[in-house]
């Protein structure tokens, strides 16, 4: 097993059981929105079925857009095992079947400023960066602590 599927793996289950474990410091990925959204929080299950474009509209019918970082990108690769356990390659199989009954995956961007920049602009939009990135472009619906990697 390649080393650094094995730190998200065991990085996964340090955050099943709470990030006291030494050698692990807290960090924190955020799922943020464009600032004047009406939302104030997101449940995990709701964000979880707005990534998998089972969720396509919220509760006022307006369509959700999410964002994913490169399925290389480290953090991509963190919040694909957070919120699926599993990593972005082993939903390439869950993707085609989408794409064949005419559902694309999220949007794809190449940095987390990307990320940041689109979601202030883009209504519905949410996307995902760490914690320490959020800026006052945006805002914040849910929290979701990680290991840091070291």
């Given amino acids: ?14 955050c099943s059981f709470g990030l006291s474990q030494a050698g692990f410091a807290e960090e924190a990925l955020a799922i943020i929105t464009k600032r004047d959204s009406a939302l104030s929080s997101l449940p995990l299950e709701t964000i979880k079925l707005v990534y998998l474009r089972k969720l396509l509209l919220d509760d006022n019918n307006n369509r959700w857009i999410p964002l994913n970082l490169s399925s290389t990108h ?19 199989e869950y993707w085609n079947e989408q794409y064949f009954q005419g ?48």
Avoid: C, W
Wanted: no cysteine.
């Fill in 74 to 92: 480290e953090l991509r690769q963190i919040f694909s095992l957070l919120m699926f356990k599993k990593l972005p390659e082993d939903l390439e």
């Fill in 103 to 150: 559902v694309s995956p999220p949007q794809v961007l190449a940095s987390e400023e990307a990320v940041l920049r689109f979601v202030a602009m883009t209504p519905g939009a949410l996307g995902y960066v760490r914690m320490q990135n959020v800026d006052d472009r945006v805002k914040v619906l849910k929290t979701i602590a990680i290991p840091e990697h070291k």
């Fill in 1 to 14: 097993m390649p080393a650094f599927r094995l730190f998200v793996l065991t990085a996964v289950a340090v």
